[in-house]
């Protein structure tokens, strides 16, 4: 039997995180090993119990979720639940390193999936989410430093980025490219790494910052 998600949840409210609690639990791949009602708190839980996936409210006392987000970077990863679908708190989280983002009304079936998603080392934003991120992402001119850094790609990854930048999955990617699906997944580890990124979406993030990938261009090489 496969080793359990590990899953720490954070929430200021005892019964938010009481129904999380609940619904995680009766999953048999996953074990809420920690809670937390702060950031400050969270923090103090990551460090003892090693979670493999965050659920992170923003809007907390003594420390909020972003910031919380954004001192845990590297050391687990964070999913955000929040009542609010503001596009500050989107950009801010994905910003601070967020693997996901998730409205606290989302259906249990949403909330299982995502865990399950970040935990095998992907990400997700909601369509809507990820459409209204990129349009605050290009409101302005190409960031020049960003740019500069795909000097630091070979063509094939900065093709990859590029697709992955434009809502392809794996499978998309190597059939437009003509290539085998890991083939695909190690062009884009490369590029993670040579971008110094954690995840996908910190790849289209950074994709839309230096103006390699623009709204609309969904597929577009």
């Given at each position: 039997?496969?080793?359990?998600?590990?899953v720490?949840?954070?929430?200021?409210?005892?019964?938010?995180?009481a129904?999380?609690?609940?619904?995680?639990?009766?999953?048999?791949?996953?074990?809420?090993?920690?809670?937390?009602?702060?950031?400050?708190?969270?923090?103090?839980?990551?460090?003892?119990?090693?979670?493999?996936?965050?659920?992170?409210?923003?809007?907390?006392?003594?420390?909020?979720?972003?910031?919380?987000?954004?001192?845990?970077?590297?050391?687990?990863?964070?999913?955000?639940?929040?009542?609010?679908?503001?596009?500050?708190?989107?950009?801010?989280?994905?910003?601070?390193?967020?693997?996901?983002?998730?409205?606290?009304?989302?259906?249990?079936?949403?909330?299982?999936?995502?865990?399950?998603?970040?935990?095998?080392?992907?990400?997700?934003?909601?369509?809507?989410?990820?459409r209204?991120?990129?349009?605050?992402?290009?409101?302005?001119?190409?960031?020049?430093?960003?740019?500069?850094?795909?000097?630091?790609?070979?063509?094939?990854?900065?093709?990859?980025?590029?697709?992955?930048?434009?809502?392809?999955?794996?499978?998309?990617i190597?059939?437009?490219?003509?290539?085998?699906?890991?083939?695909?997944?190690?062009?884009?580890?490369?590029?993670?790494?040579?971008?110094?990124?954690?995840d996908r979406?910190?790849?289209?993030?950074?994709?839309?910052?230096?103006?390699?990938?623009?709204?609309?261009?969904?597929g577009?090489?």
């Amino acid at each position: 039997m496969s080793t359990p998600i590990r899953v720490g949840i954070v929430d200021d409210q005892d019964l938010v995180r009481a129904g999380f609690r609940l619904i995680l639990e009766a999953e048999p791949d996953m074990e809420v090993v920690g809670e937390a009602g702060d950031g400050n708190a969270a923090l103090d839980m990551v460090a003892r119990h090693r979670p493999d996936v965050v659920l992170m409210d923003i809007q907390m006392p003594v420390l909020d979720g972003i910031a919380a987000t954004e001192r845990l970077a590297g050391e687990t990863r964070v999913v955000i639940l929040t009542t609010f679908e503001r596009d500050d708190y989107i950009v801010g989280a994905v910003r601070a390193g967020a693997s996901g983002f998730l409205v606290k009304n989302a259906p249990p079936e949403e909330l299982i999936a995502a865990v399950r998603v970040v935990a095998e080392g992907d990400a997700l934003l909601s369509p809507s989410v990820t459409r209204r991120v990129l349009e605050r992402l290009t409101d302005g001119a190409p960031d020049a430093a960003a740019a500069a850094r795909l000097d630091e790609l070979t063509e094939r990854e900065t093709e990859v980025l590029r697709l992955v930048a434009a809502g392809l999955s794996n499978a998309e990617i190597a059939e437009r490219l003509h290539l085998g699906e890991a083939t695909v997944k190690t062009h884009l580890s490369r590029v993670l790494t040579k971008l110094q990124l954690r995840d996908r979406v910190q790849a289209v993030v950074f994709a839309y910052e230096s103006g390699l990938a623009r709204p609309g261009s969904r597929g577009q090489v």
